[in-house]
């Protein structure tokens, strides 16, 4: 993962900065961002399977926001997290991404609390020097 | 860092202040916002009266638009926000205005358990709570419901698990709508959204959710007291919880089919979180029947947690909870949106009102209340913090004159959860709060830290203002003596 990400505050919840050279490189971090949220989540590494999420629409804000949901739902359904990526494709209003999943190591995790949903508030994608930013926050 | 407030605020009286509409040209109504001097201070200091404003824009919004004194900040609606729309005048129905916790609410249940009797057994009945009721990230439910059973759970409400032995008939009456709002549509509820919630009906969830035990300090009007059968020094066990994952998914659904939805009917907004649709319309009859559905969803999943509170007190005191008296107050929502009739111009109006963090606060007589509450009120039920105190209050008839009958829903947060983190460094907050004799318990790493009795308001500030306001009048101070929290 290249790019980083960061949590802040924001008033009852919280927010997730993600950075990286590319639109691409957003991807990871704002998983791990994501996951961040919500405790230090380990999984088997070795059991992987396959994950797919194909978006299209114009605005790529939107866009993360809706792969980060993908995400959210993934670990309260299947208990399950995004644990690498082959492919990613990101521009031009749509997004593919090709990964791994894997199940989540109850046992090995520590769980600091739920988010809800990721919200459209302040929701940005932006050009900045050096690359990429992207700014979201979650419901907790 | 969030914007403080700078737009205007008029002293209207004691416990008022307005936004006028003049302040903006999309405003059609006034803002209002209860709170005395002190508060609103505090309440400037984010921009949730700025949501406000935005509120008073909807289309068809009635009167005004309302907050609570426990408000602030929120996507869309502020957190205890209050708006009502007319159908008939184009009125429309917000997501916002509901929240993502669909039916989020309150229940309290009380007993004939005198704290003095029971000291030696708190500890043992907090960690058979802690043990007994699903809470915290990922935690699975004692029962799991596929989707035609979700389906009828949505379609039934309360009645649907306490048929399955999760309650007593009773508790039907002292729950809002019975635990069923008619005209809910289980079919509009998307595969995802039953996805989420198919093992989540019966769990607490995380965050500020709740299961509370505790002590009736102090009985302010002891006649309304006794109808509610709460007793001086007797153990009481509220519980804060709401729709799950089923209903976060109803919401995020939502939000993102009625994206374009304004353009369609030209509806310009000053906030694209106040997306929404005529009342009316295809999409907001859509909405209104997966978000009944999710609500009664809550409702079951509230029922279901009392059924595992008894279970538990009944073990540790060993005595079936009807001879301990664990019968159910009220429960009540904060996250709603319902069709009520009001006044409006000399006649009668069903309006769309929408409660974000407030609660429904009937007075005596109204239709909609249980036989045995017509003559007091509707129970409100507003929880403060694990180390203070929360309330119980009943409806007045300033409610329905002055806020679409709608109170508050709790004290608000004043720090945020970084910011809480932050404070607790160097501290047991787990042992502050046994200090003042609460024993606490939490599944997450940082829950204590994040809800710690600072983070929020002091809620006895805010009711004192509702009841100044004769919007609501206080019963009861309860204060906790143990909490368990995801």
Redesign the interface.
């Known amino acids: 993962m290249t790019g980083t990400f960061e ?8 927010g997730i900065r993600v950075r990286a050279e590319t639109r691409a490189g957003l991807i990871e971090p704002a998983a791990a961002g994501l996951y961040a949220a ?2 230090e989540l380990k999984a088997d590494q070795s059991q992987g399977k396959s994950f797919q999420f194909c978006a299209r629409g114009g605005d790529d804000a939107i866009l993360l926001r809706d792969f980060l ?1 993908e995400l959210l ?1 993934l ?3 299947d ?1 399950c997290i995004l644990i690498g990526t082959d492919e990613v494709e990101f521009g031009a209003g749509q997004m593919s991404i090709a990964g791994k999943s894997a199940t ?1 190591d ?1 046992e090995q995790s ?5 988010v ?2 990721i ?3 302040d929701l940005e994608l932006r050009e900045v020097d050096g690359g990429f930013e992207a700014k979201l926050i979650v ?2 | 860092m969030v914007d403080q407030y700078t737009g205007p605020l008029e002293r209207i009286d004691d416990t008022r202040w307005r936004i006028p509409k003049s302040y903006r040209p999309d405003m059609r109504v006034d803002g209002i916002i209860y709170a005395d001097d002190a508060l609103v201070e505090s309440i400037k200091k984010d921009k949730a009266p700025e949501q406000v404003a935005n509120v008073a824009c909807l289309p068809g919004i009635v009167r005004a638009s309302l907050a609570m004194p426990d408000i602030h900040w929120g996507y869309g609606f502020c957190i205890g926000g209050v708006a009502a729309t007319d159908p008939e005048q184009g009125g429309v129905v917000s997501p916002g205005g509901v929240g993502y916790d669909i039916n989020c609410g309150v229940r309290l249940i009380r007993t004939n358990i005198a704290l003095a009797d029971a000291k030696l057994n708190m500890g043992r009945l907090m960690e058979e709570l802690f043990r007994t009721v699903p809470l915290g990230v990922g935690q699975g439910g004692v029962v799991k419901f596929n989707k035609a059973e979700l389906c009828k759970l949505m379609a039934e409400g309360s009645r649907y698990v306490i048929k399955r032995g999760f309650g007593w008939e009773s508790d039907l009456e002292a729950t809002e709508a019975g635990g069923l709002i008619e005209d809910a549509d289980p079919s509009l509820v998307s595969d995802r959204a039953l996805e989420r919630g198919s093992d989540q009906c019966g769990t607490l969830g995380s965050g500020n959710h709740f299961m509370e035990v505790q002590v009736v300090e102090k009985i302010d009007d002891a006649q309304i007291a006794n109808v509610m059968g709460l007793v001086q020094g007797n153990l009481t066990v509220m519980i804060h919880s709401g729709s799950r994952g089923l209903g976060y998914q109803v919401c995020e659904d939502a939000l993102k089919e009625l994206h374009d939805t304004p353009r369609k009917y030209g509806i310009e907004l000053p906030d694209k979180q106040l997306v929404c649709a005529p009342v009316h319309s295809p999409e907001g009859k859509k909405y209104l029947g997966a978000m009944r559905a999710a609500a009664n969803f809550a409702w079951c999943n509230r029922q279901i947690m009392t059924h595992l509170a008894r279970e538990a007190f009944a073990k540790v005191f060993e005595q079936p909870a009807e001879r301990l008296g664990m019968n159910l107050i009220y429960d009540v929502a904060h996250n709603i949106a319902k069709m009520e009739p009001y006044e409006v111009d000399g006649g009668t109006t069903k309006l769309c009102v929408h409660r974000k963090g407030a609660t429904r606060a009937f007075p005596p007589n109204h239709p909609e209340l249980p036989s045995r509450y017509k003559a007091i009120g509707q129970p409100v039920l507003v929880p403060g913090d694990m180390g203070r105190a929360s309330y119980v209050l009943v409806g007045r008839p300033g409610a329905m004159e002055h806020t679409f009958g709608s109170s508050c829903h709790g004290a608000g947060r004043q720090m945020s959860r970084g910011a809480a983190i932050r404070a607790s460094k160097g501290r047991n907050i787990r042992k502050e709060l046994a200090e003042r004799g609460v024993i606490a318990r939490a599944k997450g790493r940082t829950g204590l830290e994040e809800e710690q009795p600072d983070a929020y308001k002091d809620v006895t500030h805010v009711v004192d203002v509702l009841h100044k306001a004769g919007i609501s009048q206080k019963v009861a101070k309860l204060r906790p003596v143990g909490v368990i929290k995801g």
């Open positions: 949590l802040f505050d924001h008033t009852a919840d919280m919500i405790g949901t739902v670990f309260e359904r208990h989540v109850v520590i769980f600091y609390r739920e809800k949903a919200t459209y508030h419901d907790i």
